[in-house]
């Protein structure tokens, strides 16, 4: 018998496995604070998911509702954003347990189509860790829209970190 992955809504009870996951895969100058972590699923629970085999959390995904050419400076707290048109991603992580089983995909297309259903009409984020190929596996290009304000809180990124961008069909 095989055991399946499903993604859902993230609960406060998983908040000790997003925690565990993001110190397996992210490096230590990218690790957020466990006060940011629960701080922002606080405010925007309704846009945060993981998905989990036989009870075990495998891997999550926590966005916000925004604008196109907004980043949140790394390391801040975020809330949804009045008349938001995108879904920003802003944190994608899976457990080395169960690297390779496509769990990433799966997060982000269970993500994309929360956010049609929502009628966002794009979604963006920024890539760090070399995953950039990764994120144009998935449809997303490099973004042109950032200002000189947006500029600097990309800056705030620990090594390459590129805005990315992906218009949803309805």
């Given at each position: 018998?095989?055991?399946?992955?499903?993604?859902?809504?993230?609960?406060?009870?998983?908040?000790?496995?997003?925690?565990?996951?993001?110190?397996?895969?992210?490096?230590?100058?990218?690790?957020?604070?466990?006060?940011?972590?629960?701080?922002?699923?606080?405010?925007?629970?309704?846009?945060?998911?993981?998905?989990?085999?036989?009870?075990?959390?495998?891997?999550?995904?926590?966005?916000?509702?925004?604008?196109?050419?907004?980043?949140?400076?790394?390391?801040?707290?975020?809330?949804?954003?009045?008349?938001?048109?995108?879904?920003?991603?802003?944190?994608?992580?899976?457990?080395?347990?169960?690297?390779?089983?496509?769990?990433?995909?799966?997060?982000?297309?269970?993500?994309?189509?929360?956010a049609r259903q929502r009628e966002l009409r794009a979604a963006a984020l920024v890539s760090v860790q070399n995953s950039q190929s990764f994120w144009q596996k998935?449809?997303?290009?490099?973004?042109?829209?950032?200002?000189?304000?947006?500029?600097a809180n990309l800056a705030t990124y620990s090594g390459p970190a590129i805005y990315m961008t992906r218009e949803?069909?309805?």
């Amino acid at each position: 018998m095989t055991l399946e992955f499903i993604c859902r809504a993230m609960q406060e009870r998983d908040l000790a496995d997003v925690i565990r996951i993001q110190a397996e895969a992210y490096s230590d100058e990218i690790l957020e604070t466990d006060a940011v972590i629960y701080a922002r699923f606080a405010q925007t629970a309704d846009t945060a998911w993981v998905v989990e085999r036989s009870g075990e959390v495998c891997g999550y995904l926590v966005g916000y509702e925004s604008a196109l050419g907004e980043v949140t400076p790394w390391g801040s707290e975020f809330a949804h954003k009045p008349d938001s048109t995108a879904l920003y991603l802003h944190d994608l992580a899976i457990s080395k347990s169960a690297a390779g089983c496509g769990l990433g995909p799966l997060l982000v297309n269970h993500a994309l189509k929360e956010a049609r259903q929502r009628e966002l009409r794009a979604a963006a984020l920024v890539s760090v860790q070399n995953s950039q190929s990764f994120w144009q596996k998935l449809g997303f290009a490099v973004g042109t829209l950032l200002d000189e304000i947006q500029q600097a809180n990309l800056a705030t990124y620990s090594g390459p970190a590129i805005y990315m961008t992906r218009e949803l069909a309805g």
